[in-house]
């Protein structure tokens, strides 16, 4: 039986101080639950009678997970979504540790720079799955990947996607000399003349600011997605979400030649 108390604990989860204090986070719908039950450590679990029954084997090998068959009517007292689908869950919250010299001396990597929307950073946990990007390095200011908001954009990326919170300054100071640090700015050279390297590190701004200066100091390779046709007038700039896509896919297009 669902309790006040256990729907009062869920909705407290919304707020990042109570998923910080139990260090949890909140998932929801079959597909996006279905993706993470593998993958991280799950403490709490509602579903329907037949999201249960389809997940029979997944159930007898947990202990210690508290789980309540619902209704759809008690889903939705749970739930953050307009229409719940089947399932809510609660996970514990990873812990990565990674040297970012290691991994952006052979990979690519995205450094995002106090990107503040909870859509925003999901999508670009999605998209970053999409391309094989495995780390992304969030400043301080960065919305928390453990929204709920977040956590439903990034449609199952955040189990392959690791995300680190860092003081991206000090991070990129720190950063050994020959790994690339693109960024993309107006004066920036046309990303689609570019020599483009499958490793480093991917500078991406805030909304409204950009790079931060701070960060622009240390970007060694500056990139520009230019309008078509050039010297039209049109929108001022692109959603970071979606410069992001432009970006990552043409540094895969060049790493397929």
Avoid at 114 to 133: C, E, K, M, S, Y
Wanted: with cysteine; charged share 20%.
């Amino acid at each position: 039986m669902l309790s006040k108390n256990r729907v009062k604990y869920v909705r407290s989860l919304e707020m990042k101080k109570f998923r910080k204090a139990d260090n949890v986070f909140v998932a929801e719908g079959h597909k996006l639950v279905g993706d993470l039950l593998d993958v991280f450590s799950c403490t709490y679990l509602a579903a329907t009678a037949e999201w249960l029954a389809l997940h029979s084997s997944w159930l007898q090998k947990q202990s210690g997970v508290e789980i309540n068959e619902v209704t759809d009517e008690e889903l939705k007292r749970l739930s953050f979504q307009e229409t719940p689908q089947q399932v809510l869950a609660v996970f514990r919250q990873p812990t990565y540790e990674v040297d970012v010299n290691d991994v952006a001396q052979h990979q690519l990597c995205l450094a995002l720079d106090d990107v503040q929307n909870p859509g925003n950073l999901g999508t670009i946990v999605r998209l970053a799955d999409w391309f094989g990007i495995e780390h992304i390095f969030c400043s301080r200011g960065c919305a928390d990947i453990y929204n709920p908001k977040t956590v439903q954009a990034t449609m199952g990326g955040i189990a392959r996607v690791q995300t680190h919170y860092v003081d991206l300054p000090e991070m990129l100071s720190a950063l050994d000399k020959t790994i690339p640090v693109y960024g993309t700015f107006l004066d920036g050279e046309n990303l689609y003349q570019k020599h483009l390297e499958n490793r480093g590190l991917i500078v991406m701004g805030n909304e409204g600011k950009g790079v931060s200066k701070a960060v622009e100091a240390f970007v060694s390779e500056r990139l520009y997605i230019p309008n078509y046709p050039s010297g039209r007038a049109t929108s001022e700039s692109l959603n970071v979400a979606i410069a992001t896509a432009i970006v990552c896919a043409e540094f895969r297009r060049i790493g397929s030649i």
